[in-house]
């Protein structure tokens, strides 16, 4: 599980305290390494810089290739929320891309078995977000993400569980998140932050140059 924190770390004192109540040890930041960096150790907490790209907004099918350019050494993980099957079907073969974000907007049927089975291949991480359920606002469209966790429950696709507090009061346990993903159908199997820690672990380790590429790693 992880938590895609969004608000602005002001209060170290506050999410110190709240994060050691409710026994959160990883929230990932959608800051930038180096802003991570001037953020003032937590002994409780590990900080991980995360980015979320959107199509539409940051990416399209003629500029992903420069963006993810421009960014992968900037951060520790990168999640991309795309909803073309064009752009979908490009991303998931891109060892900078990470996981691809799985929300109540959705559909089906781009991420669909074949999809589902491109994405096992290429070892990349499904993101489900629990925001939309926290924050009441559930959609028309939930039926959407519910026949998705059907289908990936089927396969190897391995899942990140997040939500997306905006203040420090917003935070969650892991023991509420597993909860409520249970409730969306996630596999009670699938639901921990093994995977995502272990995603984390490579990507720093090409971040330092351990693996100038993939497959290759220096001892």
Not at 173 to 190: D, F, H, M, P, T
């Amino acid at each position: 599980m992880e938590i895609g924190y969004m608000g602005d770390i002001q209060d170290r004192e506050l999410i110190s305290q709240i994060t050691s109540f409710l026994g959160i040890k990883h929230i990932a930041v959608e800051k930038s390494i180096s802003q991570l960096k001037e953020i003032e150790n937590m002994s409780n907490l590990t900080l991980i810089s995360r980015h979320t790209l959107k199509e539409g907004y940051d990416i399209n099918n003629k500029n992903f290739k420069s963006k993810l350019n421009q960014i992968r050494f900037n951060y520790q993980y990168i999640s991309v929320i795309a909803n073309s099957a064009d752009l979908l079907s490009r991303l998931v073969v891109d060892t900078r891309v990470d996981a691809f974000h799985i929300n109540e907007n959705s559909q089906i049927k781009f991420f669909n078995k074949k999809f589902c089975n491109r994405m096992e291949e290429n070892n990349k991480l499904a993101e489900i977000n629990l925001e939309g359920l926290y924050s009441n606002q559930i959609s028309k469209n939930l039926k959407q993400i519910l026949r998705i966790v059907e289908l990936f429950n089927k396969s190897k696709v391995n899942y990140v569980i997040s939500h997306f507090p905006k203040t420090e009061v917003e935070l969650r346990s892991q023991k509420g998140i597993r909860a409520l993903a249970e409730i969306c159908g996630v596999a009670s199997n699938k639901i921990n932050n093994i995977h995502f820690l272990k995603r984390i672990e490579l990507n720093n380790k090409k971040l330092a140059g351990v693996i100038p590429f993939e497959g290759v790693e220096i001892i």
